[in-house]
């Protein structure tokens, strides 16, 4: 009896705490799989679109506009802008300082940041194509948009994997592969698309001058020119008659310039419901705080080179625009103070931001250079801009059209050409060309599109980028053409099916 | 739960039916003196029956035929008795010089020190540091070999980091299990260490293996004092007050250096560095009172701590309460015993950034100006640090609490159930606030507040049973259990801008214009943990042979919520083996030698939970989207360690000199790390995986000398060393660098390499060659390829001329105690050091070349090291100081005085201690100890997140405190 009793307490004690067993896991401050992300609810108070494809657009956001990914390779490895060395600071490991010479490397985390972004939007746009409940223009603008991003990763590194499906591993493709896959993707989704005006969406138009774009650049990504292709996409935007050059230059990238008539499709950044351009901590000094009442410490990076400057001349609307120059003052008028100022700089506490740079690296003065303003800002600005930012714009395409038609007719003074440049002197202020040259019409091309991150694929495309400017030595080696894929992402597709194999020159 | 309390009653219920044959009694003394020895057990052999002797050292113990009694007391030598017919057994123990039949807790019960085939290191309140110690981890610096337990600078609101056996994990949870009183996982931070009785560390992997998933990191047991059975009561004060001082400072350019040097002088003349330190004045005061009958022990315990950092503002107010309650019944077969403890802590975080911007501040630059207000500029991670501490607060609240309740009870003299049922509450509220007026944080923001909360639960309930049997010369015992253990974690916080008064601080968030205008800048948060589980059923065995052989083995199946569905559970399996060689040897000299080997494996769990899930964010971009930012990992399982131990325990020369010497050999495999993936395939660059193998190598030895052991003067020495090696077996990346330098400018500029193969903990950078051209060091051609490439970029490259230049973790880690007896007097002299070490001096790479671009915002480093001519900051190996020091890290002179037995105190005793007394270093920063893990870097204000990097040690950041000198004055007077 005992026995039994002593046992039966054992077992009982043994069952009851083998009852609990339950390791089942309930997220609580997270959402899991159970949240529809193509259906977010609330929130829309912000004044954004409630098309379920957020999650996708948002990813244009990131990079676009702020430090350490896409505008930073795309800018710094140019001859429009530099970030310094200014003393102890900004040196980061030489990482930008190597950019502007052409002797990046592939564990730079620009390019690394500028890979990623691009594939989360692809990610993303992989994840909502997987719904079922979207319509076939909604369907063709996640793949417009996936195409994009695909451009962006082509222009820079050439040779990617081509994903599209959520968590599928598949091989490496060569430049001329994701071109074509561009194309076709763009070509078959076009009759789908809207061709009315869309806001921060991609329409027909969208991706006409996204085809215009990599038409133009068809030689460069393939190895076959197709300049009348560009021609008929470029047409196809201007013919739409949906859009048209805005009167005031300043307007197209003032912070209040959303739905401006150039944009054809924009990042659309928000101080509060679109956040991620940053460009006035990057590009001021940190007493220039007190002249616009910013709530963010600017960081003092960015500025432009004294010759990009200087190929605006006086009165260039665009000048006036697109640069901070001179003595800088506070919201009062008075000059605001730089009590650490370098000794060197003759201008002593007073900010005065000069287009010239007295050097790269190591004491570039902490005042020098042109800052970048063309995304004016707004007083009190939050961390964030308002500004929207084109990701193709109006001018681009008449751009692109000028371009194409002078060389498809292997002539730079072609009619069609000047008049669509002329057009852009004419809003600049600035006299009409009557005859052009190649160099000329880079240039000009170059003020126009100035921040915008063109400049990269414009010179590589002009066969400039061996260049030697400011502080950078001329090279002629066509590897520079693209950049290395991110050492951190070759190492990570080590665990994977399909290893990613680095660009020629780089290994 | 509440059905395991009822089964618990009903065991009380059914305990009365069973009763024994017959009496005995008798009295137990001391072999030497013949005194009584009360509290000793009694125990008939081969079962867990068993009393306790009285305060005079009688028991009465009822038993059957044939038996023999077992009677030990802590420091004498177990004595066995054939009962025989008698109805009186007097027993008297001899001192055991050896010490191995000290009974060890080890979780789930505990063992005669003998018994235990693992590595297992005991320490009592006589072997713990001394002096001002708010961090009960703290009395175990040094002490234990293998244990590194580092509190960079000692900020009073800081815990210490503590490593077993070097890097155990990598991004799981790296801070040793705690276990206190019985309790898993309890807080170090609820148990004042005045209450503190012993503290037992299971170092290997056979000890802590009955700990499962969480054992990898090592276990840390903590035993508070209790009342003694038959003891009376006593009472005992103990209070010190102590003066923390500063005992180094950075070496940086006076005034008028700094101006020579090119710096603007800006009029003053400022010792920023003296003006944000202070001496910091604590005092502690611990009050007792224990005690027991027969049947009841009970202590209670009151603790206030007023704690105050070298760092002006820094320190805490601490009061922290503790009752123990034990009640025996049924004749001792039912023990019960309820423990519980309060703490409530209210401190004054400071600014540790001020330390930071002492340093740096232009020493010519006033604190206010002319109209009184602070002196302030806008400028790169720069601020007035007077300013950071007088205009801004950052305090907060922290309540704890714990209980727990134990049953024991012997259900046959074999079979004895244990069952404990434990909760602990955790309760954090703080609140910052910064004016507009403040540069730092608030002028941003038009001032700026900040709140959170934090709560946490845990919930414990074990439940174990022991069956010991005997037959010839075999003693065996058997133990099987369960255990439940759910924690879960809420937070929620709050931070808001534009106040239209600085008044209220951070107490009228309502008043916050954000909440008309603020769009993305109110900056709000909550969130909870799952109720996060895990749930085991463990058994072990303990067998001795001869009483000198002993096996032990034990085994864990264990489940986690946190895991891959397929993967949440695992086994942990353990077994160790022991011989007593003197007992089949003539050893000469040896009294003991025991040889032992174990073999465990333990577990690791992420710290996060949900990881096995898919993330899905919400955000306002582009109006409202939901994405998923992390891909769930449905594989992903335990970090798993599996390690060797073999040690040899040895007395010799009489008892002189005993010690220990452990060697062990460690594999992790399965590692669990976030790291980069595919950003092609997978939605993020990001992933938790189990990545990779680890394996440590280690020795560690103790030794201790008893030089003299006369009754009016006793030396004792003892020296602890242990070193160990970390190789990086297996990882998906062949190679990598880690650390970045930061701002200003040194961003992208990684410090520590990581390779397969290869050690952990290799500061990687270029060579300073000793010439300095044009303001910039002249760096050596590494590979001689004639060709110099330092781009940071190409660290890992075949043309890059990078190589180690230094050693994050040391080669040698001692402690080396004395205590010395002198009639009544006692010196307790602590010696530590490391050695093999390195550290990246961060000051020194920042703010040491006098560069002409920087000099005006920030003042130079000047150590003894710097090259004046360089002018160009660039790290390299000029930057990697090498680290080894040695230090008086203790010295404690106390009297005990003498008193009468009419006095109506029984005992006490002043001392005068000296923490930090003297370091030997040729170190130029502020504290040359180890750095294991990296924080990362952080500047103009911003905030430390994210984990610490276990793989980047010898890292020495701008944030750390400063190190304190600490004098100390205690009493300790018991009634």
Redo the contacts between chains.
Sequence with gaps: M?NY??IS??A???L???A??????????????D???AN???????????DGL??A??EV?NGTANHGGYFSVTEVSTDEAVIT???????????WL?MHRH???????GLLGA??QS??G???CN?LLQETKFNAEQVAQLRTLRAYFYWRLMDLFGN??I?TE?????EQSSRAEVFAFIESELLAVLPDLSTGRTY?RANAWGAQALLARIYLNAEVYTGTARYQDAIDAADAVINSGVYDLSSSYADVFSPTNEDNIEHIWVA?FD??????MNLAQMTLH??S??TYQ????P??GYSTLEEFYNSYEDGDVRKENNFIVGPQYDIFGNPI????????DPDGAPVNYTPEINMLA?????QAGARLGKFSFKEKQ???MDNDFPLFRYAEVLLTKAEASARLNSNWSDPTALMLVNMLRERASVSEYTTMTEEEFLAERGREMFQESSRRTDLIRFGAWGNAWWEKAAHSDPNLNLFPIPN??I??????TFK?TQNPGYD | MKKYLLLGLSLILSASLWAQERTVSGTVTDADTGEPVPGANVVVKGTTTGTITDFDGNYQLSVGENTTLVFTFVGYAPLEVAVGSRAVVDASLALDISELSEVVVVGYGSQQKKEITSSVVSLDEESFNKGNINDPSQLLQGKVPGLSVYNKGGDPNETSTIRLRGISTVGANTEPLVVIDGVIGASLNNVDPNDIETINVLKDGSAAAIYGSRGSSGVILVTTKSGKRGGGVSASYNTFVSAATVANEQPIMTPSEYIEAGGNDLGSRTDWQDEVTRTGWSNVHNLSVSGGSDKTTFRVSANYRNINGILEKSGFDQINTRASLNHYALNDRLKIGVNMSLTNRESNYSFNEALRYAVLFNPTAPIRNDQGNFFQAILFDNFNPVAILEQNINDGKRKEMNFNANLEYSLTDQLTVNANYGQQYGDDIRGEYYPRTSLFRGFNRGGLARRSVEDSRFTLFETYATYATGFSNVDLSVSAGYSFQEEEREDFYIELGDFPSDALGYYALETSGDRVTGKQLIDVASSATPESRIIAFFGRLNMTIDNGIFLNASIRREGSTKLGKDNQWGIFPAVGAGVDLTRYLDLGTFNVFKFRAGYGVTGSLPNESGLAQDLVEYDFQEGGRARLTRAANPDLKWEEKAEINVGIDFAAAGGKLSGTIDVYNRDISDFILERTVDAAIYETDRRFENAGKLNTKGIEVALNYQVANGSKFSWTPGIVASSYKTVLEEFIIDEQMRANLGAPGQNSTSMVRVAVGEEIGQIWGPVFTGDVEDGSQVLKDVNGDGNLNTAQGNALEDDGDFEQIGKGIPDLEIGWTNQITYGNWDLNAFFRGAFGHSLVNTFRAFYEPIDPGAINSYNRIKSDKQIPEITNAQFSSLYVEKADFFRLDNITLGYNFDMSSSSSFKSVRAYFSVQNAFTITDYSGIDPDPVLQDRGTVDNGGRLEGQPDVLSPGIDRRYNYFTARTFTLGLNVGF
């Design positions: 005992r009793i002593k307490i054992m009982s004690l043994v009851a705490a083998s609990c067993t339950d390791l089942d896991e309930e997220l609580r401050g997270d959402f899991s799989e949240f529809d992300p977010p609810g609330l929130g829309q108070s912000g004044g954004g679109t409630d957020s999650a657009y948002a956001l060395q200014k003393g102890g600071d900004w040196f980061d490991g030489g990482i190597n002797q990046w490397q592939s564990t730079n985390p890979w990623n594939y989360a692809i990610a993303q994840l990617v994997k994903v959520p968590g599928k591993d598949v921060a659309p101080e509060s419901v679109g956040t991620g940190y007493p705080q007190l910013l709530q963010q410490q960081w003092n103070l730089d009590v650490a100022f370098d000794k060197a190591p004491n570039g003065s902490r939050l961390p964030d951190d992402q190492q990570a597709s080590q665990a994977e990613l």
